[in-house]
């Protein structure tokens, strides 16, 4: 994870000063579209070829829910939605690497657990 926060990085900074190349945005599995950026909350992301799945990101919304004593209040939620190209990759599979992955963004310390 470390690994690809660095890459991450680097990339980011390319883009910010104009310098990304086409090579540096191939070669991947899955792709990140951010739509929340420009203020959409969901979508149905098309799978960038030889990538076998796409998520994308919607924007942040302070929204009503239960606690666990009934009462309503404020959540932050993100609406994420997946694409998967089922001849490589199964929906059982995305749902559980997406609950998985919903976990760590809500518990961090759990993430840095299994990096053991």
Same mark, same amino acid.
């Given at each position: 994870i470390v690994e690809v926060a660095n @890459?991450?990085?680097q990339l980011t900074d390319s883009a910010r000063e104009g !310098?990304?190349?086409? #090579? #540096?945005?191939k070669g991947g599995t899955?792709? $990140? @579209?951010? $739509? =929340?950026? $420009? =203020?959409g909350t969901i979508a149905t992301p098309i799978i960038n070829k030889p990538?076998?799945? $796409?998520?994308a990101l919607g924007k942040l919304q302070h929204l009503p829910r239960f606690d666990q004593h009934g009462q309503v209040?404020? !959540?932050?939620i993100m609406q994420? @939605?997946? @694409? =998967? #190209?089922?001849r490589v990759i199964d929906g059982g599979t995305i749902a559980r690497f997406n609950n998985l992955w919903k976990e760590y963004l809500e518990q961090p310390a759990k993430m840095m657990m299994a990096m053991r």
């Amino acid at each position: 994870i470390v690994e690809v926060a660095n @890459s991450l990085t680097q990339l980011t900074d390319s883009a910010r000063e104009g !310098r990304v190349a086409p #090579d #540096d945005l191939k070669g991947g599995t899955i792709s $990140i @579209s951010n $739509i =929340g950026a $420009i =203020g959409g909350t969901i979508a149905t992301p098309i799978i960038n070829k030889p990538e076998v799945a $796409i998520v994308a990101l919607g924007k942040l919304q302070h929204l009503p829910r239960f606690d666990q004593h009934g009462q309503v209040v404020s !959540r932050a939620i993100m609406q994420v @939605s997946w @694409s =998967g #190209d089922h001849r490589v990759i199964d929906g059982g599979t995305i749902a559980r690497f997406n609950n998985l992955w919903k976990e760590y963004l809500e518990q961090p310390a759990k993430m840095m657990m299994a990096m053991r």
